[in-house]
């Protein structure tokens, strides 16, 4: 779930497209150059603007191409509009607890106007404004304001906002409202693409409520000679552990641990009995940062034929003794040191 979410402006939490290809045409019109449709300009323009004007104007100094469009922008019939969800998404994310910053190549007399007139100034824990190349300027936000990397999107409609968030290391969020094609912004590979900000919402919505804790079963595994089961996964760092999983709805937890023994392991078992309960919260050995919550249980295996699924990599049965000294997962440590202590284990 990202905790940080920083916005481009134009293009992404405002509409100023149509007045900035009037400005441009205007600007290309005192050259001589035909001027560009809408189409055509969602499909060349890019960032940063130095670059489209070497291209299309390579003659001409940029501090002279600015001089002219700023004007044509004041002059533009076309108004500037809020976007469709971004108040909204805004909102979203005060009430979450999300921190939000801009980082705009927009001229910063205009930027400011434009938060004023849409009454978005309190909404930004800082911004960051006529930023010719924001990759320039991506890590020293991030260091800034001591953003997580790993907990942080950029949210842009243009490739040059994918690129700046791969610059710096956090998650791209391409929408498709704003000033480069679909098709351009496609080829860049954005990390999550989104038609606007309302389907953004929506979709951190969701997994918000997926990144609430998971309840999960797993079962010290005996043969009822003294032997227990361990397997080695790299889910927890190939290290070794016992069968278990999530619990799916409308399963109890004995029938999950039934179900999930069965399919990492290809057995069946008997005198299932509850051990304790533990909490996994992000913890370094796992995969991916998660919450677990660790229903743990002793369970006798019916045979000893083990046939492990693709989750798994290797088993071993042996006594207690010598699990105890494998490189074991803690919440595998914990359990099976419980068993010892409380004699569960039959000898």
């Known amino acids: 779930m990202f905790r940080n979410l920083i916005f481009d402006w134009s293009g992404t939490l405002v509409d100023d497209l149509g007045p900035v290809?009037?400005?441009?045409?205007?600007?290309?019109?005192?050259?001589?150059?035909?001027?560009?449709?809408?189409?055509?300009?969602?499909?060349?323009?890019?960032?940063?603007?130095?670059?489209?004007?070497?291209?299309?104007?390579?003659?001409?100094a940029l501090e002279e191409l600015e001089a002219h469009f700023r004007p044509a922008f004041d002059r533009a019939m076309t108004p500037v509009t809020i976007l469709p969800h971004a108040r909204e998404k805004l909102d979203w994310c005060r009430a979450n607890g999300i921190r939000t910053f801009v980082l705009t190549s927009m001229d910063s007399v205009a930027f400011g106007k434009q938060m004023d007139d849409f009454g978005l100034r309190g909404h930004f824990e800082a911004t960051y404004s006529g930023i010719l190349d924001k990759r320039d300027w991506i890590h020293r936000i991030l260091e800034t304001?001591?953003?997580d990397p790993m907990e942080t999107a950029f949210v842009g409609d243009m490739t040059h906002d994918v690129e700046?968030?791969?610059?710096?290391?956090?998650?791209?969020?391409?929408?498709?409202?704003?000033?480069?094609?679909?098709?351009?912004?496609?080829?860049?590979?954005?990390?999550?693409?989104?038609?606007?900000?309302?389907?953004?919402?929506?979709?951190?919505?969701?997994?918000?409520?997926?990144?609430?804790?998971?309840?999960?079963?797993?079962?010290?595994?005996?043969?009822?000679?003294?032997?227990?089961?361990?397997?080695?996964t790299h889910k927890w760092g190939h290290r070794w552990g016992i069968p278990g999983g999530k619990i799916e709805r409308g399963e109890t937890s004995v029938a999950a641990l039934r179900?999930?023994?069965?399919?990492?392991?290809?057995?069946?078992?008997?005198?299932?009995?509850?051990?304790?309960?533990?909490?996994?919260?992000?913890?370094?050995?796992?995969?991916?940062?998660?919450?677990?919550?660790?229903?743990?249980?002793?369970?006798?295996?019916?045979?000893?034929?083990?046939?492990?699924?693709?989750?798994?990599?290797?088993?071993?049965?042996?006594?207690?003794?010598?699990?105890?000294?494998?490189?074991?997962?803690?919440?595998?440590r914990t359990l099976l040191a419980e068993c010892i202590e409380r004699g569960l284990i039959p000898s």
């Open 259 to 332: 179900r999930e023994v069965r399919e990492e392991t290809g057995l069946e078992v008997d005198d299932v009995r509850f051990v304790l309960a533990q909490d996994s919260i992000d913890s370094p050995e796992f995969e991916r940062p998660a919450h677990f919550i660790l229903l743990n249980y002793i369970a006798r295996a019916r045979s000893t034929g083990v046939r492990l699924n693709d989750e798994a990599e290797d088993f071993l049965w042996l006594s207690p003794a010598d699990a105890l000294a494998m490189d074991l997962n803690l919440p595998t």
């Open 145 to 147: 304001h001591g953003l």
């Open 21 to 60: 290809i009037e400005a441009t045409n205007a600007v290309l019109g005192l050259y001589n150059l035909a001027p560009l449709n809408r189409e055509t300009f969602r499909r060349r323009f890019r960032l940063p603007y130095r670059e489209f004007y070497q291209e299309v104007l390579p003659h001409v």
């Open 164 to 232: 700046t968030a791969r610059h710096g290391g956090v998650s791209s969020i391409a929408v498709l409202t704003g000033y480069n094609h679909p098709e351009v912004l496609a080829a860049v590979r954005p990390d999550i693409t989104v038609p606007d900000l309302g389907v953004l919402r929506e979709l951190l919505n969701k997994r918000r409520r997926e990144d609430r804790p998971v309840s999960t079963v797993g079962a010290l595994l005996h043969d009822g000679a003294g032997r227990v089961l361990m397997v080695r």
